[in-house]
């Protein structure tokens, strides 16, 4: 059973409550009448002068039965109330637990149960109820009372789910205030196993999940994780599902009768969606009459299906899917709720209508006025409870059947037949937001639906209810002749009402007087009726307001972002616990934009599109996005400081929100200074969290400069002084702030570092030596230029110039950035030779062309005579000052007609443009002066070096005018001119093939002259150019490596360029988007050509700057096509017999250039034909040429792979390790080891540049690092072999194979000692820092095992 409470005779508990007298007990409900939160206190003392104790039988059914299963939200009060009886009020809980038992028990025998909502509602609240007043106090419920488990197990087989589900959750949700039965208590815990077992129950109805679902939120249990309880389950008789009120039946039939919107008529077990989705060809009809002219399809919800191409949602799911579905979803989940939802809404607005309207109307005898009041009552009454009602379950509703169908439409174009097997996690994410948006833009539809339908219904039910009343006031009036008076609403005397209201409300003769009728008025108001969707016709002619409209009224939508913000926490969390032990190490700025993270972050404009400007924000969504940010920052101080990808992603889920609503940014201020900091952990991590808020610009750092300085209390208060310290040291050595923006810290900091302290209590010494400290870090950092952006708070020093940062020469520098000046004047000095109306006709000449070129289009031989009219009459093609001034001039028109063609809305017109750059192009294609094929070649080359030269010398020219005026300059017309050309010549045409490799030569050449050194403001069109598919493929596949050469030299342009910038520690926004294109370019090159990247990895790694170590990896990760892929880590091999060891790699750098002048006495020495001593001059040849202790870094790269390709050649690849310590070239490294730090560190990164793909040379300097580390006396120089490896290891992938199989071959070949020397457990966060390494390198144990583990 039950339990014997539950089951116990109703009658026999309610003969033993004996009532108090009528005085007591009038006095007794006045006061419960009268209790508030507030005054439970007062009248709890009031009830012990009131109320004997043997009335508490009494009092317990009367609370339970009149106030407890009809007022759930005043439970806290009564609750409250309660508690503050104390030791007199014991009995009375006794007396309520005893009452809400029989109770229940008479709701779960009732015949109604299953249909009547009323019935449900207050068995659900005596539920509440019981779970506050015994598991949220720790106290049981004993299975001899309520069997809750067995409860479940009958209501599945009885169908009377749908009543004990919301009933027995409810006293589950009382656990989580509990100490004793919260999760993991196995009582518990049983019982949630049974509600997953049900959960999973095919068909069930949709209310009895979503309860399921509601209860493991409020216990902060995952449904997936509680284990389920089929055993139990399958012991249990099966129920019968047809006509069963717990389940729907997906074969019910979708097609129903117009009339659908009618609760009566539409059946409860809707269609779940199983057969929604049909093929185009037979479209599904919604059974609601024209429902799909008012739902609302967000045609942008496509770009959700955008970001993850090449699987099934971008290629199945279309907008016109969309706007057949979703209409289909609405119905199916309106027809699915709608008949509870109105049956219980009705029922309650009808009771009470009729029992005030009958009390109100009892002296009016127009029954007109009468039935009006009534209608108006019940309408409002009954459409607000609907509302009220439907508005949660009806959203997750469309939400589900809308997935359902999807997947079915996916599930039959795929021919699988799962779709959760082939979605992957971005997928499913995406088929998720698109949903929830779905759902929230038609959630206000469907409300009004069935907020209408239960209007209509509840006016239809009263108008029969008082249908009687009416007919007795019609008939009294018309077969008498007298106005009709119910007395009867005054019943007997022990009736209080209406006998004890007050004068102005008790009924009098004559009716209800205007001012009462206004009551009743009032609850009229004017019918939301939903907006059909605009006609194709009038989308056309309103575009502009278009998305407005694809919203819900262009209201915020709060239900999104709540679900990406979950969404985002939850991927966060799988990301963390992927990554094991490297946890800790993942920022947010090493995720890469792809990611399901960085999308997430991403799709929160895209969901608040709709609200355009935030000035509009009404306040209602700024009170919401208040709100729920106030959440967000919360769960950032729950969050463990080592979580850091957690912090930095939800200050960022802030930082998108406050782009929204820029009131946020000034709360957020006010809210961190209420932050938990009691503990040590506490303030450290809310050091961590307003670092992260002020560098997100979420913090006004004035506000929190003073506000830190306030609590420091110029060193009273030492907590916030050391919090003071530390912040302030962490945000001026991390750029995040420039110490000009703190000056009132800063001035607490010297008064401390200075002992000058205005406070009598004593500074421990430890603070005035960090304050020191810092102050001390500060001014170095100052002096060397260290923070971008203090420099710009103080001048102490101006900006480094290409001379000082950069690896070429001053000379070579200046060199280059005065080219542009050369040329400049050079055309200028050309120009002053031209006639005076030589720009006018080349004009006319060029407008005729473009008319010709529109009119005869694809005509070659009405443009070849245009082409021989030019040559013949104004000499184009056969005289070089001619043609040089005609291409001259038509350059300069055509790029200043595109200039001032400019358009706010539709930019640049490039008519002129792509039409003068085809007359380019047939200059070139058909340039025949006569003689052999290659005469003719050669002709043709050199029209184009022609046209080229005058392009790259007009854009220099125009570039450098804009320089000296301090005009803007505009580098799109020339970017589309080059690129026409580009792709005009490079497409197959049987004339040019022949000399297909000459003509991107002659491009790389002229792009060699415009190269970003020279021009910086073409430097992103350049970049553009250079990596185009039609020149950098067909430079690199060009026969016998011919294009090579230019490409190298373009690649050695880009960095020389970059390399000065890539040397500071911050770049400008340009420049960190010019850095991801030129790591977009590397990476395309290792992918698609890594046998040329491979070839010329010395001079690259000569020009990039030994800070950018990723990039420098990337480079050396480059392996040629053809090398077999070992791998590191699962290693099963012996590297010394490897084939690939044995083979020389393919160096097309020139490794010899940067040592001629000390190549015959370095070759001497190599031979044992040089004195000893040559080792000390060599030191000195390595030197820059300035005159600087500094080592020249070419060189040194030079020197070593020299040197290293000679010891190759003496030894045999078995011999390298046994033999290596008795040759010359061992003998010159270990006397580059006696350099002092900077130096040996240029070496030792010469070394590990050669550890590449397997080949001789990998093997080789593997072994010489390992003979360096093992051989050293000194450790420094075994500290920074392994700096040297690690630094290249910490960064993100790739990682060249050789550096890893040198680095495991360190720490795990217990020769070396690696894990005994001091430099490795110097630190806790060092230590941390090789074991995190160690374990990424090697096989999990593999660390343990050598020592690295403890």
Not at 864 to 874: I, M, N, V
Request: proline letters at 5%.
């Amino acid at each position: 059973g039950w339990g014997g409470a539950v089951n116990a005779p109703a009658e026999q508990n309610e003969t033993q409550n004996e009532a108090p007298p009528d005085q007591i007990l009038d006095r007794v409900q006045f006061l419960i009448n009268n209790l508030s939160i507030s005054n439970c206190a007062e009248k709890a003392n009031d009830l012990r002068d009131i109320l004997e104790r043997r009335y508490f039988p009494w009092l317990g059914n009367y609370l339970v039965v009149k106030r407890i299963s009809t007022q759930p939200n005043f439970h806290t009060m009564y609750l409250c109330f309660i508690d503050s009886l104390g030791e007199y009020g014991k009995g009375l809980v006794d007396a309520i637990i005893a009452s809400v038992y029989v109770n229940v028990g008479k709701l779960l025998r009732s015949q109604k149960i299953t249909t009547s909502t009323s019935e449900r509602s207050l068995l659900k609240n005596l539920g509440s109820w019981l779970g506050q007043i015994t598991l949220a106090r720790n106290r049981p419920i004993l299975q001899i009372m309520l069997d809750c488990k067995e409860l479940l197990f009958q209501g599945y087989e009885t169908g009377m789910l749908i009543a004990v589900t919301p009933f027995v959750a409810k006293i589950l949700e009382g656990a989580k205030n509990s100490n004793v039965f919260r999760p993991p208590n196995p009582w518990l815990m049983g019982l949630m196993g049974v509600f997953r077992a049900l959960y999973n129950v095919d068909d069930l109805k949709m209310n009895i999940k979503f309860e399921v679902e509601v209860l493991c939120k409020n216990l902060n249990l995952k449904l997936e994780d509680i284990s389920l309880r089929n055993v139990d389950l399958s012991k249990r008789v099966p129920p019968v599902k047809e006509k069963n009120p717990d389940f729907n039946l997906k074969s019910q039939s979708a097609a129903a009768p117009a009339a659908a919107l009618s609760p009566d008529k539409t059946s409860s077990g809707a269609s779940t969606g199983g057969d929604s989705a049909k093929s185009d060809d037979e479209p599904q009809q919604t059974v609601i009459p024209n429902l799909a002219a008012y739902v609302q399809v967000n045609p942008n919800l496509t770009q959700l299906f955008e970001q993850v191409q090449g699987g099934p949602l971008s290629t199945h799911i279309t907008l016109d899917l969309l706007k057949r579905s979703v209409p289909i979803a609405v119905d199916n989940a309106i027809r699915e709720i709608i008949q509870p939802v109105v049956e219980r809404s009705v029922s309650i607005a009808c009771i009470t209508s009729k029992a005030i309207v009958t009390k109100d109307f009892a002296m009016e005898g127009d029954e007109n006025k009468m039935q009006k009041a009534a209608q108006l009552m019940v309408a409002n009454l009954a459409g607000s409870l609907a509302l009220v009602t439907c508005r949660e379950p009806l959203h997750s509703s469309i939400s589900t059947h809308l997935r359902q169908i999807l997947s079915s439409a996916i599930n039959d174009a795929t021919g699988n037949s799962s779709t959760s097997t082939q979605l992957g996690e971005l997928e499913k994410n995406a088929l998720d937001q698109c949903c929830a948006i779905c759902s929230t833009d038609n959630l206000e539809l469907g409300c009004r639906l069935i907020e209408k339908a239960a209007t209509e219904k509840a006016v239809r039910k009263l108008n029969d209810t008082i249908a009687p009343a009416l007919t007795l006031r019609k008939d009294t009036r018309e077969k008498k002749g007298q106005l009709y008076y119910d007395m009867s609403i005054f019943g007997s005397e022990n009736q209080r009402y209406p006998r004890e209201l007050p004068d102005m409300l008790r009924p009098k003769p004559g009716g209800l007087r205007p001012e009462q009728l206004l009551v009743y008025e009032a609850f009229q108001r004017i019918p939301r009726q939903p907006q059909p969707t605009q006609s194709s016709s009038e989308s056309q002619s309103g575009q502009s307001t278009g998305d407005a409209s694809n919203n819900s009224s262009g209201q915020l939508n709060m239900n999104a972002i709540s679900a990406i913000a979950l969404k985002l926490d939850k991927t966060v969390e799988t990301l963390l616990n992927t990554a094991g032990p490297r946890a800790q190490e993942i920022s947010l700025a090493m995720i890469p934009p792809e990611h399901e993270i960085k999308q997430l972050i991403a799709a929160i404009p895209r969901v608040v599109a709709s609200v355009g400007d935030p000035s509009s924000l009404s306040s209602s969504d700024t009170d919401s996005i208040l709100s729920f940010s106030q959440g967000i920052l919360k769960r950032i101080y729950e969050v463990d400081l080592s979580q850091r990808l957690r912090l930095e992603a939800l200050i960022a889920l802030l930082e998108m929100l406050n782009k929204i609503c820029p009131q946020l940014g000034r709360n957020i201020g006010t809210w961190t200074k209420y932050a938990p900091t009691k503990t040590d952990a506490e303030r450290k991590l809310h050091r961590a969290v307003l670092l992260l808020l002020v560098r997100s610009d979420l913090i006004q750092i004035g506000d929190l400069d003073a506000h830190l300085a306030k609590s420091a209390d110029e060193g009273r208060d030492q907590v916030w002084l050391e919090f003071l310290i530390l912040f302030v040291r962490a945000a001026t050595l991390e750029n995040i702030v420039p110490p000009a923006k703190m000056p009132n810290m800063i001035n607490i900091v010297q008064l401390i570092a200075e002992d000058r302290a205005p406070t009598s209590q004593q500074i421990n010494p430890a603070f005035r030596k960090a304050a020191a400290r810092l102050l001390e870090e500060l001014r170095n950092s100052i002096s060397s230029g260290g923070d971008a952006r203090g420099r710009q708070a103080s001048p102490v020093r101006a900006r480094p110039s290409y001379e000082e940062s950069s690896s070429m020469s001053p000379t070579s520098v200046k060199q280059l950035t005065d080219a542009s000046l050369v040329i400049a004047k050079s055309s200028l000095s050309l120009a002053s030779n031209d006639p005076p109306n030589a720009k006018q006709n080349v004009t006319d000449i060029l407008v005729n062309w473009l008319r010709v070129q529109n009119e005869a289009a694809g005509n070659d031989k009405i443009l070849a005579q245009f082409l021989q009219l030019l040559q013949q009459k104004f000499g184009v093609g056969s005289s070089d000052d001619e043609t040089e001034r005609f291409l001259r001039l038509t350059t300069e028109v055509v790029v200043e007609s595109c200039v001032k063609s400019a358009d706010a809305t539709k930019g640049l017109r490039y008519d002129a443009i792509d039409g003068y750059s085809k007359l380019l192009s047939y200059l070139v294609i058909h340039m025949n002066g006569g003689g052999t094929s290659e005469q003719v070649t050669q002709q043709r080359l050199g029209m184009l070096n022609k046209v080229l030269g005058c392009i790259t010398r007009s854009l220099v020219t125009s570039h450098e005018k804009a320089q000296q005026t301090n005009a803007p300059w505009d580098q799109r017309p020339w970017f589309r001119l080059l690129l026409d050309l580009v792709c005009e010549l490079n497409t197959p045409n049987q004339l040019l093939d022949s000399m297909k490799s000459s003509i991107v030569n002659v491009f790389g050449s002229a792009f060699h002259v415009i190269q970003p050194l020279v021009v910086p403001g073409f430097a992103f069109a350049w970049l553009e150019l250079i990596s185009h598919r039609m020149l950098l493929s067909n430079l690199l596949l060009a026969k016998d490596q011919k294009g090579w050469g230019v490409m190298h030299q373009l690649l050695i342009d880009l960095f020389l360029f970059m390399e000065p910038h890539l040397r500071k520690l911050e770049l400008t926004d340009a420049l960190k988007k010019y850095y991801d294109g030129t790591l977009r370019v590397i990476l395309m090159l290792v992918h698609d050509f890594p046998t040329f990247l491979a070839a010329y990895h010395l001079s690259f790694c000569n020009v990039i700057p030994e800070n950018c170590v990723q990039l420098r990896n990337i480079i050396l990760s480059a392996t040629p096509k053809g090398v077999p892929f070992h791998d590191p880590i699962n290693r099963n091999f012996k590297i010394d017999q490897l084939p690939e060891i044995s083979q020389s790699p393919l160096i097309l750098s020139n490794v010899v250039g940067p040592l001629m002048s000390f190549k015959n006495e370095l070759d001497n020495y190599l031979r044992g034909q040089q004195s000893p001593d040559f080792l000390n001059i060599l030191l000195s040849q390595l030197r820059k040429e300035d005159n600087s202790k500094e080592l020249d870094a070419p060189k040194v790269n030079s020197v070593v792979l020299y040197v290293g390709m000679q010891g190759l050649a003496r030894l045999q690849n078995d011999q390298i390790s046994s033999n290596l310590s008795r040759t010359p070239e061992m003998e010159l490294f270990q006397k580059l080891m006696e350099l002092d730090d900077r130096g040996r560190y240029i070496i030792l990164n010469a070394f590990a540049n050669q550890l590449r793909y397997p080949s001789s040379h990998t093997h080789y300097f593997s072994c010489v690092m390992l003979f360096l580390f093992n051989e050293s006396k000194d450790e420094g120089v075994k500290e920074q072999i392994t700096r040297v490896l690690l630094e290249r290891l910490i960064t993100q992938r790739p990682h060249p194979w050789g550096l890893l199989i040198t680095f495991i071959e360190l720490i795990k070949n217990t020769k070396y000692q690696f894990w005994n020397h001091s430099f490795t457990r110097c630190a806790t966060e060092i230590e941390k820092v090789f074991e995190n390494v160690a374990r990424s390198c090697m096989l999990p144990g593999a660390v343990a095992a050598t020592g690295g583990g403890d």
